[in-house]
């Protein structure tokens, strides 16, 4: 089992940047790919990032490529997701979510999943 917590949603204007963090519990954290998705208001959910137990591999959605950057710290239990030159677009809440299996972009493939962080960005 692997709870997850995400943190470091807000609100910031177009062009701006933030970090968002997500806690994992358990000690497999390492074992486990990791992504990120985001569901906008009134939209199905959409995948942002993707990234291996070993950081090797890094998937990315077109619409973020170039823009957002998706890390993971084993030793902290932590992955991230870096947002630069946000848009208004971005506006969502972000998911992050584990599987016990290689990454990927595909939300049904994930067996954990945290709470959200809201992401807010003006224009």
């Known amino acids: 089992q692997v709870q997850l917590v995400e943190s470091g949603g807000g609100l910031v204007q177009a062009g701006g940047s933030l970090r968002l963090s997500c806690a994992a519990s358990g000690r497999t954290f390492s074992s486990y790919a990791m992504g990120w998705f985001r569901q906008a208001p009134g939209k199905e959910r959409e995948s942002v990032a993707a990234?291996?137990?070993?950081?090797?591999?890094?998937y990315y959605s077109d619409s973020v490529k170039g823009r957002f950057t998706i890390s993971r710290d084993n030793a902290k239990n932590t992955v991230y997701l870096q947002m630069n030159s946000l848009k208004p677009e971005d506006t969502a809440v972000y998911y992050c979510?584990?599987?016990?299996?290689?990454?990927?972009?595909?939300?049904?493939?994930?067996?954990?999943w945290g709470q959200g962080t809201q992401v807010t960005v003006s224009s």
């Open positions: 990234i291996s137990w070993s950081s090797v591999n890094k």
């Open positions: 979510a584990a599987r016990a299996g290689p990454s990927t972009l595909i939300g049904t493939a994930y067996d954990y």
